[in-house]
């Protein structure tokens, strides 16, 4: 089964998109075509949001479902006329949260994503900035000053990690790739033995690995299964011998992986 799901709001979309598909993932047998309409934040734009979701019913000959983050109960209901199945996920809890605090809320637009906090959005872009600079190696020399060092075989997600990590969570996160001269040393890199605290190691299933850098260099050694599977067993010997906590990645999504990073590091 095929069905359409459009995520509205007066900003980016992210909360919508985010709460929505939160919502789909409980629906495994259905397909859903996901369309983002971000920043309908006046009439014009709300009703032009509702002749695309109605053409999209036209073609669909079904109604689709149309999540909204939209904080203007003018706009809101606008939108609320493009199908039978809209959910607003905004007017759902604010009532309740007013009533429970007694008072009224804002209803202001992009306070999620916003810079309402100068202090922390800086704290997020010189995460970012840092992890950027310390990706795959760069920059060793400063290792000290991350608030994580994910360890790893090329390609078991480590970039993406910390990527994630600097944007969600505002952490300096550096990696490092593990390398045949490090298996080769049998110990920890003696660049990293100064921030040995700060060490969290990922793995993967040598099947999974190989198929990936297959994607990536289809040719040569690089992505042999027998090689993955020996650098695989290699850097979790090493992450035993030296007590690094290690996560498998194989089936698990970044958001899951940098929680589990941020718990077992004790790091808020």
Same mark, same amino acid.
């Given at each position: 089964?095929?069905?359409?799901?459009?995520?509205?709001?007066?900003?980016?979309?992210?909360?919508?998109?985010?709460?929505?598909?939160?919502?789909?993932?409980?629906?495994?047998?259905?397909?859903?075509?996901?369309?983002?309409?971000?920043?309908?934040?006046?009439?014009?734009?709300?009703?032009?949001?509702?002749?695309?979701?109605?053409?999209?019913?036209?073609?669909?000959?079904?109604?689709?479902?149309?999540?909204?983050?939209?904080?203007?109960?003018?706009?809101?209901?606008?939108?609320?006329?493009?199908?039978?199945?809209?959910?607003?996920?905004?007017?759902?809890?604010?009532?309740?949260?007013?009533?429970?605090?007694?008072?009224?809320?804002?209803?202001?637009?992009?306070?999620?994503?916003? %810079?309402?906090? $100068?202090?922390?959005?800086?704290?997020?872009?010189?995460?970012?900035?840092? =992890?950027?600079?310390? +990706?795959? @190696? *760069?920059?060793?020399?400063?290792?000290?000053?991350?608030?994580?060092?994910?360890?790893?075989?090329?390609?078991?997600?480590?970039?993406?990690?910390?990527?994630?990590?600097?944007?969600?969570?505002?952490?300096?996160?550096?990696?490092?790739?593990?390398?045949?001269?490090?298996?080769?040393?049998?110990?920890?890199?003696?660049?990293?033995?100064?921030?040995?605290?700060?060490?969290?190691?990922?793995?993967?299933?040598?099947?999974?690995?190989?198929?990936?850098?297959?994607?990536?260099?289809?040719?040569?050694?690089?992505?042999?299964?027998?090689?993955?599977?020996?650098?695989?067993?290699?850097?979790?010997?090493?992450?035993?011998?030296?007590? %690094?906590?290690? $996560?498998?990645?194989?089936?698990?999504?970044?958001?899951?992986?940098?929680? =589990?990073?941020?718990? +077992?590091? @004790? *790091?808020?």
């Amino acid at each position: 089964m095929n069905r359409r799901a459009f995520f509205v709001s007066d900003r980016t979309g992210i909360t919508a998109e985010t709460l929505g598909l939160s919502l789909l993932t409980q629906f495994p047998d259905i397909a859903f075509k996901r369309t983002n309409i971000p920043f309908v934040s006046n009439e014009l734009a709300a009703h032009a949001a509702v002749a695309t979701i109605q053409r999209a019913a036209l073609e669909d000959k079904v109604a689709p479902l149309v999540f909204s983050t939209l904080t203007d109960p003018a706009i809101q209901r606008i939108i609320a006329t493009s199908s039978p199945h809209v959910f607003d996920l905004f007017g759902t809890f604010i009532v309740p949260l007013e009533t429970a605090l007694g008072v009224q809320s804002s209803h202001t637009a992009g306070k999620m994503h916003g %810079v309402a906090d $100068i202090h922390a959005y800086e704290k997020r872009m010189a995460a970012l900035n840092f =992890t950027l600079s310390h +990706d795959d @190696g *760069l920059s060793p020399r400063d290792l000290n000053e991350a608030d994580v060092v994910l360890l790893g075989v090329s390609r078991c997600g480590k970039t993406p990690t910390c990527l994630y990590l600097a944007m969600h969570y505002s952490l300096k996160a550096a990696n490092y790739p593990l390398t045949d001269d490090d298996f080769d040393a049998t110990k920890l890199p003696k660049i990293l033995r100064p921030c040995r605290e700060k060490l969290y190691g990922l793995t993967i299933v040598p099947e999974q690995l190989s198929r990936i850098r297959r994607e990536r260099r289809p040719h040569g050694d690089y992505a042999s299964l027998i090689r993955c599977r020996a650098e695989v067993s290699k850097a979790e010997a090493l992450f035993r011998t030296e007590n %690094v906590q290690y $996560i498998d990645t194989t089936t698990v999504s970044i958001e899951e992986i940098a929680a =589990t990073v941020v718990r +077992d590091m @004790g *790091l808020h």
